[in-house]
């Protein structure tokens, strides 16, 4: 099988919420996880860790706590409502293929828990004291930047799925239930996930992802000057 | 040119930081952006924008900012010295292109920002008791997950600049200044931005990227389960 293109697999990695339970195997699930590592991260620490969930108990207890997140993450959307960039019809296809995820995603084959160590910043008496000021003006820096160094790795874990024929997406929801998943792994305390991904192979197809166009979101030189692009 | 193959793209994509001046042609600079937007985001909500600076003067006042923030984070590199799996070598080739940066960022021919509208949850009135009490005992979810809906756009700059022949990385400085980059960019207060990434052609060569072995980051159900693959 030739190898698919670049371009190619970013224009096609539609999110795909719909699994069969077939196996993934293991040879194809350690492509999707060298891929990951080939992104970078902050330093190159690579801080990261993955935990593959195969074991058919442990992806139902993780699914119930995702079950229990989407409810709380449900009442929110509903508060919200429909983006206005979306038709009613993509926002309602969202939203029930979404539901489909929320009662189902334990069955998926595995569910890839991708996780970085809390960074800690040098004891304040080891900085100078310009150092600390400012660093404890800026207390939302560590937090912020903490995603450069885990999701580029998880968009490479998609791209990758993308080319092996694997469907997949980024779910965030279990996080209001961090604690709970935290003790179902065994993950340490400086150990936190940032992304619960279920793979397998789709039910549905690659296709097309569409976009708000670059003239809506780019910008040149200051926020004032659309690009022209 | 036949289009890179998307995991060697991924396995060669290493972080050049010595750049040339030369311009980038604007087709070039649109493929960039259109692989960015192609990625995904929390609920396909699409919030974010790229700032493209190219005016010399606003990249001068942007690489003014980064090295003054490069004087507090050199503090802490310097406090927390060489990561383990590090040599002392390659440690010191990390510092060396990395103070590089520091002093020659504005010379970058395009300074990408990436940025992110800050997630307004809905009013506490709007939402079920329970649901109000989960949101509250996880303050960290809403900014933990905002890096879900911008780092994996990051990533497909990184890719699409390495099939391009451009040098790229993610640098995060810059948010140890956040006001005066917002000022300067004129970004709206509930936008924040997550990288500023310096473009161009690059001095040195794409190679492969080495990490840490699959064996030491990959878990099995559990923490304590290794991959065995």
Known sequence: MAEIGLFEAMHSARALRRLKPDPIPEEVLAKVLDAAIRAPSAGNRQNWAFVVVRDPEQRRRLGAIYRKAADIVGAIYAARGRPSHMSEDEYRRLMSSGSHLWNHLAEAPVLLVACLRREVLPPAAALPPAVQARLE????????????????????IILACRALGLGTLITTNHMLYED????????????QTYALMPIGYPQGRFGPVTRRPLSEVVHLDRWSVPWPG
């Open 180 to 191: 709970e998943v935290k003790a179902l792994l065994e993950l340490p305390d400086d150990v």
């Open 137 to 156: 003006d800026e207390r939302e820096y560590v937090m912020r930047r903490a995603g450069a160094s885990i999701y580029p790795a998880v968009q490479n």
